[in-house]
């Protein structure tokens, strides 16, 4: 973690002088996809719900940002503000239908509701610019002083969304360390045990709807500053898709499983596309491979070995022991 740290923050500086200043970018949109990523992991590997429909709620977040800048006026932070709020009650208005529902009828209303929302802003091209979507210019984050911070400065929008993506993260980590979050792990084992001993499963899987929703929500925030525009594409359901998939090789039900699934496919994407224009043929076999040989994810069997190095290294005294006992 600490290595991961030291380089996270050297980026800007370490990665153009030893690769190329694109691979910033790269890393900065993986961070971005990342906590879509996790959306769907804290659905499916903490409340055992599996979402085929997060891209809705990270184009919300998307559109939130740049009606409010392009239409409203609005500046940076109102934007920002606008578009997770945006994503969240679209999150709770959509969850009350969806989370009465488990299993593959839950994945298939959140598609359903996905698309909907998906033609709805093809055709309203008053508000959403429809094929087109929606251009923007960037407003100032801050000016303080004469000090001014905008994402048009590439070191300065890094770690913007280097330190929104920790944040989420950090209070991922705080909320299933949480009662809360033991009681969604409860559900995720026996929702009706659960019931039994007195957890409202309903209220809870929509909590966790509307906290998906959140993540969902920041990283269409971020992404609509990162590339300074909103379109309806990035609300179709292949999205979503993807980030499933991310979430579910990198590790589901593990923190940093999502970042780690999306790390692997987009660089694997960004380093075969340059060479070979079906780089799809090698994303796909190296999802089909990881769940095959790493059930758990590639973060859950980095947590095998480790745990099967720990009992080696605990018992290689005891049978060192035993083999010189007469």
């Known amino acids: 973690m600490v290595a991961l740290a030291a380089f996270m923050l050297s980026v800007p500086w370490s990665v153009p002088a030893l690769i190329n200043s694109f691979w910033v970018s790269v890393i900065a949109e993986i961070l971005i996809w990342s906590l879509l990523a996790a959306s769907v992991n804290l659905l499916f590997g903490y409340v055992g719900l599996l979402s085929f429909g997060q891209a809705l ?30 994503a969240m009650a679209m999150a709770l208005a959509t969850g009350i239908f969806a989370v009465r529902l488990t299993w593959h009828y839950f994945a298939i209303i959140t598609v359903v509701f996905s698309l909907i929302f998906y033609f709805l802003a093809l055709t309203n091209k008053w508000l959403t610019g429809g094929d087109d979507g929606i251009n923007f210019t960037l407003p100032p984050t801050f000016s303080i002083a004469g000090v001014h911070g905008s994402f048009t400065d590439p070191t300065f929008q890094y770690f913007f969304i280097l330190a929104a993506v920790s944040l989420c993260f950090w209070l991922m980590h705080r909320l299933i360390g949480s009662p809360l979050g033991r009681a969604f792990l409860a559900i995720r084992n026996n929702d009706v045990r659960a019931s039994l001993i007195g957890l409202n499963v309903y209220l809870l899987r929509l909590i966790a709807f509307v906290l998906a929703g959140f993540l969902a929500g920041v990283a269409g925030a971020l992404f609509a500053f990162f590339g300074r525009y909103a379109s309806a594409t990035y609300m179709f359901y292949h999205v979503s898709g993807e980030a499933v998939v991310w979430a579910i090789v990198g590790g ?44 758990k994810g590639v973060v859950g069997l980095w947590h095998d070995w480790l745990i099967r190095l720990t009992e080696r290294s605990a018992t290689a005294p005891v049978e060192a022991q035993l083999r010189t006992e007469p």
């Open 252 to 295: 589901a039900g593990t923190l940093f499983g999502p970042l780690v699934g999306t790390t692997i496919f987009i660089v694997v994407r960004e380093i075969v596309s340059t060479h070979w224009e079906h780089h799809s043929l090698i994303v796909g076999a190296v999802a089909i491979l990881v769940v095959i040989f790493a059930p």
């Open 57 to 86: 709620y990270f184009g919300c977040g998307m559109y939130g940002v740049a009606i409010g800048i392009s239409d409203l006026g609005l500046s940076f932070w109102p934007a920002l503000a606008l578009g997770i709020v945006a």
